[in-house]
Structure formats: C-alpha cells, structure tokens
C-alpha cells in the first residue's frame, strides 16, 4: 500500500447537518457523540444536525464539533478502509484539527481531547471578546508579498501572519482597523481577500491569555507517545515526545499555521496518499495547490 498519512479539519469546516450519515451507518460513530454529549453537557449531535449555524459557529461549539465530527467520519473509515486505518504512517491536522491527529495516533484519549478541546474554544472565545479582531484570507499575492503589505498595514494597528495555507492562499490576523486596512492594500495590489467567519484573530498574541488557559489544562492530562509520527502546526515537523507535543499545543494558539510547510514535508517523507478525515474537503483543495497529482482521498462527516 503506498505510504499514507491521515489529514483532519480545523474550525471553518463546520456546516450545519454535519454528522447524520455517518451517525446513521456506523454505531461507533453514534456513540462518540452521546459521549460528548456527557462530557460537554449539551446535546452536541443536535447542534451539528440542526444548528442554529450561530451557535455551531461559535468558537466554544464549533471546536468540539468538528473534533467529534471529524474522530465519528474515522470510526466509519475504520470500517470501510481497515487497511488504510491501520497502515497510516504519519497524521496532522489544520490547527483544531492537530487534537483530532493526536487521539488518532494514541496520544490522548478522545475523553480527554474532547475536555481539552473545549477549554480551548472557551479560552479561544474569551480572548477574541475581549479584544476585537479577525481574520482575512489572501487570494493571489505569495506570502513574501503578503508579509510586506502586513507591515504596511501595521500603522492601523495590530496585524500578523496567521496561516501558511498554500501558494496564493495566506491569512492574516489582526486588530479590526488594520484587517480593513489590509485589505485596501490587497485591492490596489490586484489580490482578492475574503473575512473569515471567526471569533477573533488566532494565531497571534490577541488570543492571550487562552494559551495560559490551555496549558492549564494540558498539564492536568496524560499525554502518551503517539504510535506514528504527529506533525505540528508550529515547526511543520514530526514529533513524539509527550512534552514537547504539549507546548507546541500551547504555542500554536499564539503562532502561525504553516500548512503548505507541513504538506511539502510529508511529500518529502514519502507520503503518496493522504485522507482528509471529516468535515467539508478544504484540506484536500489546499493540498492539490501544492501537488496536483498527489492521491487526496475524503472520508468526509
């Protein structure tokens, strides 16, 4: 079987209906969620399946349910894909989704990511409320160019690189008058920019204190070696080290995603076949930006 590796959504991949036909096939699937229905304390599977998309899209509910979303889509690829399942060499995931990889690889329990997880979209909330910001996606313009427009932009206030995405895909995050700001730059210089539907600007240092927040939390579970190689969001390499796995969970919060970092790595590796397990098929699209040819295969939630 070629060297496979196993892809997981981060928050933006959510929509409302998420979930119901691998809840219908595949029991074990069912199960995760009346699991996280005891440990969140709500009825998740009624939000995924009937919203409304205002709640599913808060960041303290739109976390847990795309980890849960995207761990049931694995249950049913387990069943279908054995193989695959089994002989995944190497896991990652798009920011969030970096939880869902660990659980998969036998870092954490899905008990326990899904308690982390929710702490972390409950700090994630609290700090993007408490300091008004956002998120832009940059269409066109390569990162080198995006990183000086970010600095021209500063004079508006607060802006830094945010996601590393793929070639012509970046994201800023930043205080409200400089996202405006940089999106006037972007305009005059031919680009295009879309503002993402999120809480706040993360992956910066608004989102402090939540990187407090979740280092508490962190630090109260056990964390194991991961049977096959996890790569982080931070350095785009592959660890295993329990430790260093956890602070680079917590730096993650306040750095950069570098996405098409990590993608060009696990191509290097030997990695010939990826699976996008979960919500939507972002993931794939990001990836074929990098390799065209590269086999992407959707196990979608």
Same mark, same amino acid.
């Given at each position: 079987m070629p060297r496979t590796a196993f892809l997981f959504p981060g928050q933006g991949a959510q929509t409302v209906g998420?979930?119901?036909?691998i809840v219908e096939s595949t029991p074990a699937a069912?199960?995760? +969620?009346?699991? =996280? =229905?005891?440990?969140?304390?709500?009825?998740?599977?009624d939000v995924c399946l009937n919203g409304p998309s205002e709640r599913l899209n808060a960041t303290d509910v739109s976390q847990p349910a795309i980890f849960v979303a995207s761990l049931a889509a694995l249950?049913?690829? *387990?069943?279908?894909?054995?193989?695959? +399942? #089994?002989?995944?060499?190497a896991t990652a995931g798009l920011s969030l989704g970096e939880y869902s990889a660990l659980v998969f =690889?036998?870092?954490?329990? +899905?008990?326990?990511?899904?308690? $982390? $997880?929710?702490?972390?979209? %409950?700090?994630? %909330?609290?700090?993007?409320?408490? &300091?008004?910001s956002g998120m832009i996606s940059i269409l066109g313009p390569e990162a080198a160019q995006i990183e000086e427009m970010v600095v021209e932009a500063r004079s508006a206030g607060k802006l830094e690189m945010a996601n590393y995405l793929c070639p012509g895909n970046t994201v800023v995050s930043g205080d409200l008058p =400089?996202?405006?700001?940089? /999106?006037?730059?972007?305009?005059?210089?031919g680009g295009r920019t879309i503002r993402l539907a999120v809480a706040g600007a993360f992956h910066t240092d608004?989102?402090?204190p939540a990187d407090e927040k979740l280092a508490e939390i962190l630090h109260s579970i056990e964390l194991k070696t991961p049977r096959i190689p $996890?790569?982080? &969001? $931070?350095?785009?390499?592959?660890?295993? @080290?329990?430790?260093?796995?956890? &602070?680079?969970l917590i730096r993650q919060v306040l750095?950069?995603?570098?996405?098409? /970092?990590?993608? *060009? &790595?696990?191509?290097? #590796?030997? !990695? /010939?076949?990826?699976? /996008?397990?979960?919500?939507?098929? !972002?993931?794939?699209?990001?990836?074929?930006?990098?390799?065209?040819?590269? @086999?992407?295969?959707n196990c979608t939630a």
């Open positions: 998420m979930g119901r036909a069912k199960q995760l +969620f009346s699991d =996280a =229905a005891t440990i969140l304390g709500y009825d998740l599977l249950e049913t690829l *387990r069943g279908t894909e054995p193989v695959a +399942f #089994d002989e995944c060499a =690889a036998g870092a954490m329990t +899905f008990q326990d990511g899904l308690r $982390v $997880v929710q702490r972390r979209g %409950q700090a994630m %909330q609290a700090a993007a409320e408490a &300091n008004p =400089a996202c405006a700001a940089i /999106e006037k730059i972007v305009e005059i210089k608004l989102m402090r $996890v790569w982080s &969001n $931070v350095d785009a390499r592959s660890h295993t @080290d329990p430790t260093e796995i956890k &602070n680079l750095q950069p995603v570098r996405w098409e /970092e990590t993608m *060009r &790595n696990l191509l290097a #590796d030997g !990695v /010939e076949r990826f699976y /996008e397990i979960g919500p939507g098929r !972002v993931l794939a699209g990001l990836l074929k930006r990098v390799n065209r040819k590269i @086999d992407c295969r």
